[in-house]
């Protein structure tokens, strides 16, 4: 019995432990990073306005603008990201939305020490994430879900909701500069402290695949002064076309590289480098 106990004592050890990416879905892309931790591109809701996406953000602005995000937890404001669980999550989460397209989002499930004693328990959080009017969209279903121990009791994995457009949960976020939108929706404004920490040259705003939609503000970027240009000048569009087909490059070797880590399958590369071939 002692040795029974002990191993359920460190079953959630083990469930946290980091696992091999896995091949995504023929239908959407997925980031496994452990057994209950994941980043996965989903169907927006029905009814949704396009996202602004597929955009490149860093990593390091990722950390930047989701590290100060507070949540509320037995009447206490605490960050609703551990520091190391974002800089786990970040690339995944930077490379998602590289590829995410304006109908879909970015789903979130992150299981983690949250507190910071030894002997805290693990617990989930749920959020769902996009771009749209400049800021990265967050909504939060669950900030602290406490699934492991019926987990380990019926062996049943729990059906996980990543917040949603339509429907409030019972989460509190706050975070400086951010719009609240609702308790449990913030949009954290994208805005760069360097040019160097985002993709691809900042001199060029980063802009989304162009679609059939609404115009969307784009992420914000440290200004280049222009050059004065001569009155007979004309304009150029030749500019504007290499950043967009660079952008498409970029989103190409993302693509590669998400195949040679073995993190998406080969039939789900081809599937989307053909997508976005057509749209050069």
């Given at each position: 019995?002692?040795?029974?106990?002990?191993?359920?004592?460190?079953?959630?050890l083990l469930l946290l432990a980091p696992l091999a990416g896995s091949p995504a879905s023929p239908d959407?892309?997925?980031?496994?990073?452990?057994?209950?931790?994941?980043?996965?591109?989903?169907?927006?809701?029905?009814?949704?306005?396009?996202?602004?996406?597929?955009?490149?953000?860093?990593?390091?602005?990722?950390?930047?603008?989701?590290?100060?995000?507070?949540?509320?937890?037995?009447?206490?404001?605490?960050?609703?990201?551990?520091?190391?669980?974002?800089?786990?999550?970040?690339?995944?989460?930077?490379?998602?939305?590289?590829?995410?397209?304006?109908?879909?989002?970015?789903?979130?499930?992150?299981?983690?020490?949250?507190?910071?004693?030894?002997?805290?328990?693990?617990?989930?959080?749920?959020?769902?994430?996009?771009?749209?009017?400049?800021?990265?969209?967050?909504?939060?279903?669950?900030?602290?879900?406490?699934?492991?121990?019926?987990?380990?009791?019926?062996?049943?994995?729990?059906?996980?909701?990543?917040?949603?457009?339509?429907?409030?949960?019972?989460?509190?976020?706050?975070?400086?500069?951010?719009?609240?939108?609702?308790?449990?929706?913030?949009?954290?404004?994208?805005?760069?402290?360097?040019?160097?920490?985002?993709?691809?040259?900042?001199?060029?705003?980063?802009?989304?695949?162009?679609?059939?939609?609404?115009?969307?503000?784009?992420?914000a970027v440290t200004p280049v002064p222009a050059t004065t240009a001569s009155p007979s000048a004309a304009?150029?569009?030749?500019?504007?076309?290499?950043?967009?087909?660079?952008?498409?490059?970029?989103?190409?070797?993302?693509?590669?590289?998400?195949?040679?880590?073995?993190?998406?399958?080969?039939?789900?590369?081809?599937?989307?480098?053909?997508?976005?071939?057509?749209?050069?």
């Amino acid at each position: 019995m002692r040795h029974r106990g002990w191993m359920l004592w460190m079953m959630p050890l083990l469930l946290l432990a980091p696992l091999a990416g896995s091949p995504a879905s023929p239908d959407q892309a997925l980031w496994k990073l452990g057994s209950f931790t994941w980043v996965k591109l989903v169907p927006a809701e029905p009814g949704a306005s396009p996202n602004a996406q597929p955009v490149a953000i860093s990593p390091e602005v990722l950390q930047a603008t989701l590290g100060p995000v507070l949540a509320k937890d037995d009447g206490e404001d605490i960050p609703l990201f551990g520091r190391k669980e974002l800089l786990e999550l970040s690339k995944a989460l930077s490379e998602a939305l590289s590829l995410a397209q304006p109908g879909e989002d970015v789903a979130l499930l992150s299981t983690s020490r949250h507190g910071h004693g030894f002997l805290e328990r693990a617990t989930g959080l749920t959020a769902r994430l996009f771009v749209r009017d400049g800021a990265l969209n967050l909504i939060v279903q669950d900030a602290r879900l406490n699934f492991l121990d019926s987990y380990q009791m019926d062996n049943l994995e729990p059906t996980f909701t990543y917040g949603s457009r339509q429907a409030a949960s019972k989460a509190s976020l706050q975070a400086p500069q951010a719009r609240r939108l609702r308790p449990d929706w913030l949009a954290l404004p994208l805005t760069l402290p360097a040019p160097s920490l985002m993709a691809p040259a900042p001199a060029t705003p980063l802009a989304p695949r162009p679609i059939p939609a609404p115009p969307v503000a784009p992420v914000a970027v440290t200004p280049v002064p222009a050059t004065t240009a001569s009155p007979s000048a004309a304009p150029k569009a030749a500019p504007a076309e290499d950043a967009a087909y660079e952008a498409k490059a970029q989103r190409l070797r993302t693509l590669k590289r998400l195949r040679d880590e073995n993190l998406i399958s080969e039939a789900e590369y081809q599937a989307k480098r053909e997508a976005l071939l057509k749209a050069l």
